[in-house]
């Protein structure tokens, strides 16, 4: 028999494609109110504008310009001072002009980057190839057997932004998304709530052999509702193409969709030959120019962002990748500074949100971003760090009174008092316990005396066992080596 054996290597290489709504007042070419689309009632926020009858001129709304100039800084691209807009033709019913005003040769952001922090703690930059404005389409419903169309979201500002293809795995997909998310949550301009729609990523995705520098042909996934699931559905589709090519197949260009229950792709459609979108440069527009000053005057006030925020927890004592995952989210770095605010030590409180809080809430599948639908509040998360801080409770008996909390809320020096948890510091106890535990383990006593230092963390848990959560470790740690060396003969 003989099986062909292969020692190829491959690499993913993706570039993710994002539409990000931009969450002005007011639509990108009228006055039309910018509503939550999954809430408002279909219909009642239009125009014969973003309805796109005939005859009507639009206007462009300068806030999303600054939005888009923002989310352009931010993300270190050049902020171009002439704007054409252009029309990109092509059919579909939630498009009512029949063309979606966008850019094309001439986008707003080009050329810019963001460095991304990944969990084996090192670095990487990603090459942010264009950001440009557009407009939103309507939003197709499916009900029944016929199709209605909402078209509230008709004319929303939309702000697409392209990567470089340098990602090259799920983990950076991912790491990349919680990044570009945060920074437009800091600005201000979205709310990165990807379950309704308002922040879409589709990644393209293709591999190679490593070291190549060919690009293979890709694949693109879209509907994807999480940022888990663009690292799922990307490392998903790495795998499909490595085993498409290493059974000497090919892969096809196409466009696929998630299955979320299946965890997998499905094929929604090859793409045989490009569209054709005859852009040409939008008439009922004019050039739009964005000087020097106003970009100056924009970047000078932009708020912090999640890189400054992270270097300046990392010198408040946090590692660079707990700093990067607590102001991955801004719901969480919010919270975060409030517990700091309160008075905890911050590398406490870092440890108690990532390693404690964050274990709670995915339990009972709260997401990070959730942290202000669990019943832990900040103030109440710092006055537990202080109760250890304080030698009132130990650690064992701290998480005691963080699962009551978060199960039922309240004060923790309340759980404290009702669940008897308060330290002992009553020195006797601990050696009548420490004492109770040499007497009924003679032969351990034996072998540390022998030598045998390892028997010494036995005999602790033993005496904190015995103590029920109650004893200060520094304490019953004391009590037992003087017993445990006056026994040994020692002094
Ligand atoms: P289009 O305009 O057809 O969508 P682009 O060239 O603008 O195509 O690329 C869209 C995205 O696909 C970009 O993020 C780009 O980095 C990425 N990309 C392009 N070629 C490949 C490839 N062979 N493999 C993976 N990603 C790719
Ligand atoms: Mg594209
Ligand atoms: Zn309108």
């Not at 383990?441 to 109650?470: H, S, W, Y």
Request: with cysteine.
């Amino acid at each position: 028999m003989t099986a062909k054996t292969t020692t190829t290597a491959y690499e993913g290489v993706i570039g993710l494609e994002i539409h990000a709504e931009l969450e002005t007042e007011s639509k990108m070419f009228c006055g039309c109110a910018v509503v939550d689309s999954t809430t408002a009632a279909p219909n009642t926020y239009v125009c014969p504008i973003c309805l796109g009858f005939p005859g009507v001129l639009p206007v462009i709304n300068k806030r999303a310009v600054e939005f888009a100039i923002k989310v352009g800084l931010a993300l270190n691209c050049e902020i171009a001072t002439v704007n054409v807009f252009a029309r990109k033709s092509y059919f579909y019913p939630d498009l009512p002009k029949g063309y979606q005003i966008s850019q094309y040769e001439l986008p707003l952001c080009k050329n810019g980057w963001t460095e991304i922090d990944l969990p084996d703690g090192s670095t990487k930059r990603i090459g942010i190839r264009r950001a440009h404005l557009e407009e939103d389409t309507g939003k197709s419903i499916h009900v029944g057997g016929s199709s209605l169309i909402d078209f509230n979201r008709s004319g929303v500002p939309l702000l697409e932004i392209v990567t470089e293809p340098d990602i090259r795995n799920g983990i950076e997909a991912e790491a990349f998304g919680r990044k570009l998310r945060a920074i437009l949550q800091y600005l201000g301009v979205n709310s990165g709530d990807m379950s309704k729609g308002v922040l879409r990523m589709e990644p393209n995705i293709s591999v190679r052999p490593v070291g190549s520098t060919e690009f293979r042909t890709r694949t693109e996934v879209k509907n994807l509702n999480s940022i888990r699931s663009v690292q799922r559905a990307s490392d998903y589709e790495i795998e499909r193409h490595i085993k498409v090519w290493e059974s000497g197949g090919e892969v096809v260009q196409a466009t696929m969709g998630w299955d979320e229950a299946r965890q997998q792709t499905v094929l929604q459609r090859t793409k045989e030959s490009a569209h054709d979108y005859r852009y040409f440069p939008e008439p009922d527009l004019p050039i739009l120019n964005t000087s020097r000053e106003w970009v100056e005057a924009i970047r000078a006030h932009l708020p912090e962002l999640p890189d400054t925020k992270r270097d300046r927890l990392m010198k408040a004592g946090l590692s660079r990748y707990d700093a990067s995952v607590l102001v991955a989210d801004r719901p969480v770095a919010d919270y975060f500074e409030r517990v700091m605010q309160a008075g905890a030590d911050p590398k406490k409180g870092a440890n108690w949100i990532i390693n404690e809080l964050f274990a709670r809430m995915n339990k009972a599948a709260l997401s990070a971003e959730r942290v202000n639908e669990q019943k832990v509040s900040p103030e109440a998360l710092a006055g537990l760090i202080k109760l250890v801080d304080a030698g009132t409770i130990n650690n064992n008996a701290a998480k005691k009174v963080l699962d009551a909390v978060f199960a039922e809320g309240g004060e923790p020096s309340a759980w404290v008092a009702k669940l008897g948890l308060e330290q002992t510091q009553d020195t006797s106890a601990v050696e009548a316990a420490v004492e109770k535990v040499l007497g009924a383990n003679p032969g351990e006593t034996d072998r540390f005396c022998a030598g045998e230092e390892k028997v010494f963390k036995f005999l602790i848990g033993q005496v904190m066992r015995e103590g029920r959560g109650k004893f200060p470790a520094e304490l019953a740690n004391d009590v037992l080596t003087a017993k445990l060396n006056a026994r040994c003969g020692k002094s």
